[in-house]
């Protein structure tokens, strides 16, 4: 026989050994398994430590002072937070007990919340001061403008008496030309009569119409030089009037500016106040997120296996409930490389315990496979020497198993040497 014939020979008998794999029934494995623990704690909430003002209420804050805005601070004590007094929890009341089968949501546990009250009480009384502020600065702010009109009609006021004092100075001015043009006309008239008076032969009666002339001019010059007197009198006291008129006017106008600044440092000092009321909610919306969490609930459905006793005081992250869950068991097995290579993801399962009743057995499918291999620990029921390395992988029962019970697995691989690809993995 030549080296082709042998040759071919041997490509057959690979071919046949090859279509003789593929063939062949996948194989069962039966290894070790524990059903797992499913616990759920629930544990103690972070409700976090009540700042204590220093300041006591007084008006005079001494905390920090921003070197921006210059604001001072209230002077709020880190004591508790420093030495942790009142982080710990004291639980109020228990409302289940051991054995006691639980729904998810249902309340298990309330906390002591009587300090994080107070602290919500203080917090809304600060945001009732703040939001009253607001609506302080919002009449303030219409007062001026009541304010305004007053000082508008005042300012119309004193602006009609100027009118009226230039008015006053305007006619005594033009008076007081008159009179000092027809003065020196009166004065040359009765000088004429009083001539022709003196001028009349002795004996002779001086006529009655010259007599009358005399009278009515001597009258008419009296009138104005006594007119002209007040007049001259009157001037000064009307000039100092018109000046403190216009003085008035101008503080007036001086009072205006200042409402509209004062007005606009209202506004400035309203929206301020309308930031400082909104951002007065964020420590009752903090508080009341803390009093939610105060009311401990289960997580899921199942039997309460291990409780605190009520009254207790525990630290943030401490477990006061534990709560084994109600469903299908899930069971964890190691396996070597060469048992991995002969399961897939999905396979089922049988489990088998020798703490069932004989002959039962309960079906189960493998959910998960380990993505490393490592060392099964030494608590771990496998027939995989301890030394060497394993892979870790889970199945779901259809019911619900002992927790922690060990149990036998007979696995319907899905083919004798697979797991080679993502695939079948």
């Not at 103690?44 to 003002?53: E, K, M, W, Y």
């Not at 005399?214 to 008419?220: G, I």
């Not at 409780?307 to 525990?314: C, K, M, R």
Request: hydrophobic share 45%.
């Amino acid at each position: 026989m030549n080296l082709r014939s042998l040759l071919a020979v041997a490509t057959a008998g690979a071919l046949a050994v090859a279509v003789a794999g593929c063939t062949e029934a996948p194989s069962a494995l039966v290894v070790s398994g524990t059903v797992v623990d499913r616990l759920q704690a629930v544990v103690v909430p972070d409700l976090g430590v009540p700042a204590v003002n220093l300041d006591a209420g007084f008006s005079s804050l001494t905390g920090r002072t921003d070197p921006v805005t210059g604001r001072t601070s209230p002077n709020l004590s880190t004591v508790g937070a420093t030495y942790g007094f009142g982080s710990f929890v004291r639980l109020a009341e228990l409302k289940v007990a051991v054995g006691d089968t639980v729904r998810v949501g249902q309340q298990l546990v309330t906390v002591d919340t009587s300090t994080h009250e107070a602290q919500l009480a203080a917090a809304k009384a600060d945001a009732a001061v703040a939001t009253a502020q607001v609506g302080l600065l919002a009449d303030a702010i219409d007062t001026t403008y009541d304010k305004q009109a007053d000082v508008e009609d005042a300012k119309a006021e004193v602006s009609e008496a100027i009118d009226k004092l230039r008015d006053g100075r305007a006619k005594l001015r033009k008076a007081k030309a008159t009179i000092k043009k027809n003065l020196p006309l009166a004065r040359k008239g009765l000088a004429q009569v009083e001539a022709a008076i003196a001028g009349l032969p002795p004996g002779v009666p001086v006529p009655a119409e010259l007599l009358a002339k005399q009278r009515e001019l001597t009258a008419a010059i009296k009138g104005m030089e006594a007119g002209l007197k007040k007049i001259n009198a009157n001037l000064p006291t009307l000039a100092k009037g018109l000046n403190k008129a216009k003085a008035g006017l101008r503080k007036l106008n001086d009072a205006l500016a200042d409402l509209a600044d004062a007005r606009g440092s209202l506004r400035d000092l309203k929206e301020l106040a309308a930031l400082q009321a909104e951002a007065m909610k964020v420590p009752i919306d903090v508080v009341r997120a803390q009093l939610a969490l105060a009311e401990l609930s289960s997580p899921a459905d199942g039997v309460v296996v291990s409780t605190v006793s009520p009254g207790a005081s525990l630290a943030p992250g401490a477990t006061a409930v534990s709560i084994r869950e109600s469903g299908a068991s899930r069971v964890t097995a190691w396996l070597a490389p060469s048992q991995l290579a002969k399961v897939c993801q999905g396979d089922p399962a049988t489990l088998t315990g020798d703490w069932m009743p004989a002959g039962a057995g309960l079906e189960a499918r493998l959910t998960r496979i380990g993505t490393r291999a490592d060392y099964p620990p030494t608590s771990v029921a496998t027939e995989e020497i301890h030394l060497t390395r394993a892979v870790e992988v889970e199945f779901t029962a259809t019911e619900q198993l002992p927790a922690g019970m060990p149990v036998e697995l007979n696995i319907q691989g899905c083919h004798p040497a697979a797991g080679t690809t993502d695939t079948d993995r």
